[in-house]
């Protein structure tokens, strides 16, 4: 079956240690985003990535890091530089960016310690 | 650039009865807009979307939306919700970016519970 998967589903680390969240879609979509989800804040864009070997910023994207190598993967780096890391991460992929739907895999949740 | 506002964090009504869920938009201009549902612990689903045409979207499972260009609305609504319909609900609006690509700007969500 097509679809978006996210790795780990639940994650533990320490403070000062850069995290990488795995985001791989087998529905030959060319766009993909990664969201960041906080209670009372709905979803935040981090980056986002149209075409492969491009991708760009979004509203919060100071601490964060990606790499878009393949179409098929987006891989998200959660650094040390970001301040508060504990949250909901949701990463989603379509086939038509701007008016196409939104395909989103079932989240991770990283708590930092 | 594009922004959503959805005004109420949260919504309970009755079984049976009906409900609205509010979302206001910045811009008129060709403005693409969506509805999402996210269940607890999962990834949002596309509940329905307003690209162009009759201003009355419905999705499979009850809920209808419409565009109200001169309100700069687009409420979702449902005549008679289900405790199943309980989950958190997301209006999104697409937007270019000055380099020319697309991102979905999503609103801070609603969250529907309905009670016995």
């Known amino acids: 079956d097509g679809g978006i998967t996210q790795s780990p589903k639940y994650l533990f680390r320490k403070e000062g240690q850069n995290v990488t969240l795995s985001c791989e879609q087998n529905?030959?979509?060319?766009?993909m985003y990664w969201y960041r989800q906080d209670p009372g804040q709905g979803l935040r864009l981090i980056y986002y990535?149209?075409?492969?070997?491009?991708?760009q910023k979004g509203d919060i994207a100071e601490g964060y890091s990606v790499s878009r190598e393949k179409k098929e993967s987006f891989p998200l780096t959660v650094t040390s530089a970001q301040k508060n890391p504990t949250a909901f991460y949701l990463c989603?992929?379509?086939?038509?960016?701007?008016?196409?739907?939104?395909?989103f895999g079932e989240g991770s949740r990283l708590t930092v310690l | 650039a594009q922004s959503v506002t959805q005004l109420d964090s949260q919504v309970p009504v009755f079984e049976e009865a009906p409900v609205e869920l509010r979302c206001n938009y910045s811009?008129?201009?060709?403005?693409?807009l969506f509805w999402y549902v996210q269940y607890p612990n999962q990834g949002l689903q596309l509940l329905l979307k307003y690209l162009s045409g009759s201003t009355l979207v419905e999705s499979i499972n009850g809920f209808e939306a419409e565009f109200n260009k001169s309100q700069t609305s687009f409420h979702l609504r449902k005549p008679s919700v289900h405790i199943s319909d309980t989950a958190e609900y997301f209006c999104?609006?697409?937007?270019?970016?000055?380099?020319?690509?697309?991102?979905?700007?999503f609103g801070t969500g609603t969250r529907l519970k309905v009670l016995a």
């Open positions: 999104a609006v697409s937007d270019q970016s000055t380099s020319g690509t697309y991102k979905y700007i």
């Open positions: 529905l030959n979509h060319d766009a």
């Open positions: 989603a992929s379509t086939k038509k960016p701007r008016t196409g739907e939104l395909f």
């Open positions: 811009s008129s201009v060709s403005v693409y």
């Open positions: 990535s149209q075409i492969v070997n491009d991708f």
